[in-house]
């Protein structure tokens, strides 16, 4: 692949998303330098409980599913199986798109228990249970991906400022470029310069557990609208817990709630036969951020032309940000909002007063 023209790109943001874009603005041929907060740490977007998240909107499943297919090539992360229980009759689009997709391993509804391999999930009236083929990927797998190319410097740094194609650093003063892609997750509406974005973006708490499962798996757990978790044969876990709780500031996300720990872990293992006793390694609770309307927010900044978002992609920045950096990027390098998915696009037409809660559909 070759740029319209060899420029410097800045990315705002070492997470997945933010190193994805910093690896395809590389093929491209672009000089690009990330800037990452806190790189010792690499907490953003730590670990993807699975490519297809079984919440995730119809509209955005062919981005999952290329995404899964682009890793499988690249060749990064785990194969698992994701286990998905949930209320019989939603999202029968989905269902069926990943069944025909080869995706869908098994499905199984009206009964009470199924056995699957060393262990026993026992399902309650009403549910089914899909067996999801996934993968598994860790945030340092695209830290190496980005930095093993020559031409992309990732440098550990606060932006506190974003400008119409200049950067203001804690550490370093001012930087000019050709194109900043803003990739800063649930702070990008609160750095400096962008504030005007708040009424695009959704800004929520999700908590989560790590935990060693003593029965020997890794289990990821959610179980605030349906129960899935994903096994794989690592000692450590997630059970994760918390949906939806918007709140003011991307600070007010790490405020963990310890009644989730008991009730969660209690769930998992009168679900999951086998899991053994769960011990808690740490409780997690983060901010993550979404589109007012549910959908990503991408492409040019609205009255910028050097200033590209790729923001809102509501905590499963694994399923969605491979594909949706290539797109940010194949815009910046064609001059034109064209690779861009209209309904995606920033500058398309946001209400402040929507408000999305994650929720099955009936038929979605």
């Not at 990739?183 to 310069?193: C, N, R, V």
């Not at 589109?291 to 969605?320: E, F, K």
Request: glycine share 12%; hydrophobic share 45%.
């Amino acid at each position: 692949m070759s740029a319209v023209m060899a420029r410097r790109i800045a990315v705002v943001g070492g997470g997945v998303a933010g190193l994805m874009a910093a690896w395809w603005a590389s093929n491209y041929g672009y000089d690009v330098v990330v800037y990452e907060a806190d790189l010792s740490s690499l907490t953003a977007t730590r670990v993807s409980a699975g490519i297809i998240d079984p919440t995730i909107d119809i509209s955005l499943a062919p981005v999952a599913l290329e995404t899964l297919s682009l890793l499988k090539r690249l060749g990064l992360g785990l194969e698992s199986r994701l286990l998905w229980l949930h209320e019989r009759g939603s999202c029968r689009r989905l269902e069926r798109l990943l069944s025909d997709k080869g995706i869908i391993e098994r499905s199984v509804a009206g009964e009470e228990s199924i056995r699957l391999g060393r262990y026993t999930v026992n399902l309650g009236y009403g549910e089914e249970l899909h067996v999801i083929n996934t993968i598994i990927v860790d945030t340092g797998e695209f830290y190496s991906l980005a930095s093993s190319a020559s031409n992309v410097d990732i440098v550990e740094d606060s932006v506190e400022y974003v400008g119409c194609g200049s950067v203001g650093l804690k550490r370093g003063g001012s930087r000019e470029f050709d194109a900043i892609i803003v990739a800063a997750g649930p702070w990008t509406g609160f750095i400096s310069g962008l504030q005007a974005l708040s009424n695009m973006l959704r800004v929520y708490r999700c908590e989560a557990l790590i935990i060693r499962a003593g029965g020997g798996p890794f289990a990821v757990v959610d179980d605030i609208l349906d129960f899935y978790l994903s096994i794989h044969a690592s000692g450590d876990g997630v059970l994760g817990n918390g949906c939806c709780v918007e709140i003011a500031s991307p600070l007010d996300g790490y405020r963990y709630s310890g009644d989730v720990l008991d009730a969660v872990i209690s769930r998992s293992i009168e679900r999951l036969e086998g899991l053994g006793e769960a011990e808690l390694i740490t409780p997690v609770s983060a901010p993550c951020v979404v589109g007012r309307d549910a959908r990503p927010v991408l492409g040019m900044l609205p009255g910028c032309s050097r200033v590209y978002l790729l923001a809102g992609l509501d905590g499963v920045g694994v399923t969605l940000a491979p594909v949706l950096a290539r797109l940010v990027v194949e815009s910046i390098a064609t001059g034109s909002q064209e690779p861009i998915p209209p309904e995606m696009a920033a500058s398309r037409p946001t209400s402040s007063s929507e408000s999305v809660v994650k929720e099955p559909v009936e038929e979605c």
